[in-house]
């Protein structure tokens, strides 16, 4: 609601003022806010039973716990391709020291 205000029209009566605000509401998507089931105000009713408010939180619990097995499955697989990557390069390093070991110990045989 905030940034939202209406004011009293010369002539105008306090009930078509109210009536014109909470059109404005629902044309800014407010009142779809406020009649959040989380909240249960009595403007939405049918969410606000405490039976379908608790079928609501048993949802939201859901989509948080299969978001949060998402981010971990996308931690351990990027934790995963930076080891491979660390390991690739390892890997990289220790063939070029074993090749800078052959050549000298090369040298030493010809010499």
Same mark, same amino acid.
Do not use: E, S
């Given at each position: 609601m905030a940034g939202t205000s209406v004011y009293l029209r010369r002539g105008e009566s306090q009930e078509s003022l109210l009536r014109r605000w909470t059109r404005k509401l629902r044309k800014d998507e407010t009142m779809d806010e406020i009649r959040h089931p989380v909240h249960g105000t009595p403007e939405c009713r049918n969410v606000s039973k405490p039976s379908l408010k608790a079928k609501y939180k048993k949802e939201q619990a859901e989509r948080r716990r299969i978001a949060e097995e998402r981010r971990k499955e996308r931690r351990l697989k990027n934790k995963r391709d930076r080891q491979r990557k660390q390991n690739k390069k390892r890997n990289a390093v220790q063939k &070029?020291?074993?090749?800078a070991k052959e050549k000298t110990f090369?040298?030493? &045989?010809?010499?």
């Open positions: &070029q020291r074993l090749a090369q040298g030493k &045989q010809t010499n």
